[in-house]
T-cell receptor
Framework: DAGVIQSPRHEVTEMGQEVTLRCKPI?????LFWYRQTMMRGLELLIY????????DSGMPEDRFSAKMPNASFSTLKIQPSEPRDSAVYFC???????????????FGSGTRLTVV | GENVEQHPSTLSVQEGDSAVIKCTYS??????FPWYKQELGKGPQLIID?????GEKKDQRIAVTLNKTAKHFSLHITETQPEDSAVYFC??????????????FGKGTHLIIQP
């Protein structure tokens, strides 16, 4: 398995532009999580999906952020319009969760480093 | 919501010595406590985890202990090696009826192994 795949690895954009981050979870995993990592705030959970349905988006900072999971193998995190304070590393993680699941561990992707100038 | 505190933020030890990283959590209902290792330019990687019905778990040079009464858990690395240098994160989660929920992470510990 190739693991969790995120694209792009790096993104530099100008303030006000739309940014779309992409994630392909591990096949067979039923849960997908988007995290943001900064030096000041550490790893913050933005939103997570279970069986493609958003369960908790209380971590999404503002209406400028939105996430979708149209199918079990793809998710996007969109920021529109982007601002300099959105600069961070965004991680996607997937897991097989639920009753009877033997492993609760998350597998993280390599992240997307976003810089908004 | 859950709050996880992690200490120290930086830990420097001599190669071959032991390292201990400590975390506390706020929600007494949390019952799953994983530890992640993050190397430069990579995503966090699960190295060991423990559930609330277990007090200690070992995997070669790594061990985790859990004190539910005091709401704290610790990571112990023995015989440290240069490749152990990384940032380590503790986390906690509350699983409700076995359903999915997100992990709450500590702020991380930068472990430096001095040769």
């Amino acid at each position: 398995d190739a693991g969790v795949i995120q694209s792009p690895r790096h993104e530099v954009t100008e303030m006000g532009q739309e940014v779309t981050l992409r994630c392909k979870p591990i096949s067979g995993h039923n849960s997908l999580f988007w995290y943001r990592q900064t030096m000041m705030r550490g790893l913050e959970l933005l939103i997570y999906f279970n069986n493609n349905v958003p369960i908790d988006d209380s971590g999404m900072p503002e209406d400028r952020f939105s996430a979708k999971m149209p199918n079990a193998s793809f998710s996007t995190l969109k920021i529109q319009p982007s601002e300099p304070r959105d600069s961070a590393v965004y991680f996607c993680a997937s897991s097989q969760l639920g009753q009877g699941a033997a492993n609760y561990g998350y597998t993280f992707g390599s992240g997307t480093r976003l810089t908004v100038v | 919501g859950e709050n996880v505190e992690q200490h120290p933020s930086t830990l420097s030890v001599q190669e071959g010595d032991s390292a201990v990283i400590k975390c506390t959590y706020s929600d007494s209902a949390s019952n799953y406590f994983p530890w992640y290792k993050q190397e430069l330019g990579k995503g966090p990687q699960l190295i060991i985890d423990i559930r609330s019905n277990v007090g200690e778990k070992k995997d070669q040079r790594i061990a985790v202990t859990l004190n539910k009464t005091a709401k704290h858990f610790s990571l112990h690395i023995t015989e440290t090696q240069p490749e152990d240098s990384a940032v380590y994160f503790c986390a906690a989660s509350l699983t409700v009826g076995g359903g999915a929920d997100g992990l709450t992470f500590g702020k991380g510990t930068h472990l430096i192994i001095q040769p």
